[in-house]
């Protein structure tokens, strides 16, 4: 089959489906459809000239099972884009761009049963609106940045049927829908010009994409798994020179005759390689009973494959873990245990790993008084908490030996440090601080005043030498502030207060976003992770924007009530207020992102009453344009 525009105009687009195709030459667009006769031919239908040159055009049909359509997007030069009707190119709909950019991809698409219109700017700007096709009416619009430079906009369909979009940029980025509402997943591909889905016996379910200097196949694989281990895991660490993980497991299992491990595992290990702690083959468990199993594990980072399992001895559980460059410059695996077995006293082992990307090697163990509750690096040496002490271990010639310890008064579970200092989390919500004196190998207790609000602690995090972050078990999150003008105790003040609405089990530092992903200086980045299976992510703000998103969030509060509240009741502010058993204190220091994040779902007009009082970093006065740039700048963060 083959069709040319008459005079020889030159074709600059074309977009199809199974029964139409669209070309456009400069200001024109033509209409062909492609009939079924005696084999496929093309049959040229109409052709309307434009008021200016199309930039971009599509076809895509809302329906599914429909293999043509009867309405067209298109964009122009003019910056503006309109919704046309086939076969004789009627414009139903006309929309002028904002801020003089010129639109460079263009789609119709349904998402969960709601009809949306998603147009690409030339900055990298994307907007997004609710379409009603019989009239062309456009609601709801909404917009985020998802790069610098033109996007283009790719449709294509996963495994399960389900459509989602493809945007060709710098940052290249998918869109799919969850619950009906738009979701936009970074891709982990630095550039692609253009995107076409291929669907080949070689080749199933594939993406081919291109840059201007090279062609990629690929599959759209998704950033969250499911791997079944067989067996319940504990605590996991990341290893990044050896692209491992070591988790900490348990796991009831059948020991069979002539087998060194129980039958537990419930994933692919083709080259599973096993070890035991010592004793642990004279203590092992009768053969055919089932009994409680622990173990170390080594997981692929790429391919999610056992490769060792390294079994505790009987009754010994592992506590924690965490990966450590000691003072050789070598990473190893830390482990620290406890002794489950009962009316036994109470004792526990620190265990140093070795991996080789091929075997698990036990280098060194220690044993210890107490369990372990917490290991960490520390100058290169071995920090623990275990029983009711905190111990420093020297790491020489691969063997630990004990330099100091301190005992404190309530028994620690945690410990985190910066620089010589130490702090010691301890239950029923103590703590305590440590001073190391290298020279004198010795750790100095710093009395701790505590704040006004004491109460139990789940996790705690060092954000730098004066500030931490704390997580109790009434659901909040509190930042500490130390004042270290006496050189023996340390005063505590509450510099933020907020009620998350979640047990928080675990703190991280960490950034689960590229550098350079947001103009916003950020510091001091800590992922959570909650009870309710939710992760968060805290960051520090300087205080120009700070300033600017309180008075931001203190608009929204205005906005938005909780479902079936009453003003002055359930305002957003006052349920995050602090709370706990004995009253509740208002929030302070904290900028809530999901209630920030709100601004970019209101309509235009409300967006804009609300800009006219807020100031931008800088003082001038925010327009609503600004405000969306900057919300959007900082949800780029997850």
Same mark, same amino acid.
């Given at each position: 089959m083959q069709w040319r525009p008459p005079e020889s105009g030159k074709i600059n687009l074309a977009d199809g489906n199974k029964g139409q195709i669209v070309v456009v030459s400069g200001a024109t667009v033509y209409f062909l459809e492609i009939k079924e006769t005696t084999g496929k031919a093309l049959s040229f239908?109409?052709?309307?000239?434009?008021?200016?040159?199309?930039?971009?055009?599509?076809?895509?049909?809302?329906?599914?099972?429909?293999?043509?359509?009867?309405?067209?997007?298109?964009?122009?030069?003019?910056?503006?884009?309109?919704?046309?009707?086939?076969?004789?190119?009627?414009?139903?709909?006309?929309?002028?761009?904002?801020?003089?950019?010129?639109?460079?991809?263009?789609?119709?698409?349904?998402f969960d049963g709601v009809q949306y219109l998603l147009v690409g700017l030339g900055d990298g700007t994307l907007l997004y609106y609710v379409m009603d096709t019989s009239s062309g009416a456009l609601s709801g619009k909404k917009r985020v940045t998802l790069g610098t430079r033109p996007l283009s906009l790719k449709i294509f369909r996963n495994r399960g049927d389900q459509a989602s979009v493809f945007v060709c940029s710098d940052r290249p980025s998918v869109i799919h829908s969850v619950n009906k509402k738009l979701v936009f997943s970074s891709v982990n591909i630095k550039e692609v010009s253009y995107m076409c889905p291929l669907h080949t016996e070689a080749y199933p379910n594939s993406l081919s994409m291109a840059t201007s200097s090279k062609f990629m196949i690929g599959n759209m694989i998704g950033t969250i798994q499911s791997i079944p281990l067989g067996v319940t895991p504990l605590n996991i660490a990341h290893q990044s020179s050896t692209s491992s993980y070591a988790i900490l497991t348990y796991g009831s299992g059948v020991l069979d005759p002539g087998k060194s491990e129980p039958v537990l595992f419930g994933v692919t290990a083709h080259a599973l390689s096993t070890s035991e702690s010592r004793a642990a083959s004279e203590n092992a468990p009768i053969p055919n009973t089932r009994s409680l199993v622990h173990h170390v594990l080594i997981m692929h980072q790429n391919t999610s494959e056992i490769a060792h399992a390294h079994r505790l001895l009987p009754g010994e559980q592992g506590r924690c873990i965490t990966s450590a460059t000691l003072k050789d410059n070598e990473e190893y695996f830390l482990v620290g245990t406890k002794n489950t077995s009962w009316p036994a006293p109470p004792r526990g082992r620190i265990l140093v790993f070795k991996y080789d990307r091929s075997d698990l090697q036990l280098v060194a163990e220690e044993e210890s008084e107490g369990a372990v509750h917490s290991v960490v690096p520390f100058h290169g040496k071995v920090l623990c908490a275990t029983g009711d002490k905190v111990c420093l271990y020297d790491w020489t010639g691969k063997k630990m030996k004990l330099e100091c310890s301190h005992q404190v008064k309530m028994h620690p579970f945690s410990l985190k440090t910066n620089g010589d200092f130490i702090l010691?989390?301890?239950?029923?919500?103590?703590?305590?601080?440590?001073?190391?004196?290298?020279?004198e190998s010795h750790l100095e207790e710093i009395e701790i005043v505590p704040p006004r609000h004491s109460i139990g602690l789940n996790a705690v995090e060092m954000l730098d030498d004066d500030l931490?972050?704390?997580?109790?078990? !009434?659901?909040? @999150?509190?930042?500490? %502030?130390?004042?270290? *003008?006496?050189?023996?105790? +340390?005063?505590?003040?509450?510099? &933020?207060?907020f009620h998350l609405e979640d047990n928080v089990n675990v703190f991280c530092?960490?950034?689960?976003?590229?550098?350079?992903?947001?103009?916003?200086?950020?510091?001091?980045?800590?992922?959570?992770?909650?009870?309710?299976?939710?992760?968060?992510?805290?960051?520090?703000?300087?205080?120009?924007? !700070?300033?600017? @998103?309180?008075?931001? %969030?203190?608009?929204? *509060?205005?906005?938005?009530? +909780?479902?079936?509240?009453?003003? &002055?009741?359930?305002?957003?502010?006052?349920?995050?207020?602090?709370?706990?058993?004995?009253?509740?204190?208002?929030?302070?220091?904290?900028?809530?992102?999901?209630?920030?994040?709100?601004?970019?779902?209101?309509?235009?007009?409300?967006?804009?009453?609300?800009?006219?009082?807020?100031?931008?970093?800088?003082?001038?006065?925010?327009?609503?344009?600004?405000?969306?740039?900057?919300?959007?700048? +900082?949800?780029?963060?997850?």
């Open positions: 239908v109409t052709r309307k000239k434009l008021d200016a040159e199309i930039s971009c055009i599509s076809i895509n049909p809302l329906r599914t099972q429909d293999d043509t359509t009867k309405m067209v997007a298109v964009g122009s030069w003019d910056m503006d884009f309109s919704l046309l009707i086939l076969p004789d190119f009627k414009v139903i709909a006309s929309h002028s761009m904002p801020n003089q950019v010129i639109p460079r991809g263009i789609l119709p698409i349904v010691v989390s301890g239950f029923k919500g103590s703590i305590t601080g440590l001073l190391y004196h290298s020279v931490f972050l704390c997580a109790d078990d !009434s659901y909040n @999150l509190t930042v500490r %502030q130390k004042d270290s *003008s006496s050189p023996k105790s +340390l005063s505590i003040a509450e510099a &933020g207060l530092e960490g950034e689960p976003f590229k550098q350079g992903a947001t103009s916003v200086p950020i510091k001091g980045c800590v992922l959570f992770g909650t009870r309710n299976g939710a992760i968060g992510l805290c960051c520090q703000i300087p205080k120009e924007f !700070s300033k600017c @998103l309180l008075e931001l %969030q203190d608009k929204m *509060s205005e906005t938005f009530l +909780l479902a079936g509240g009453t003003v &002055g009741q359930t305002r957003q502010s006052f349920y995050r207020w602090w709370m706990t058993a004995s009253g509740r204190d208002k929030n302070k220091g904290f900028i809530d992102g999901d209630l920030i994040e709100s601004y970019l779902e209101l309509d235009l007009e409300k967006q804009e009453e609300i800009a006219k009082s807020i100031s931008l970093p800088g003082g001038t006065q925010a327009t609503a344009d600004e405000l969306c740039k900057l919300v959007e700048d +900082l949800a780029k963060l997850h």
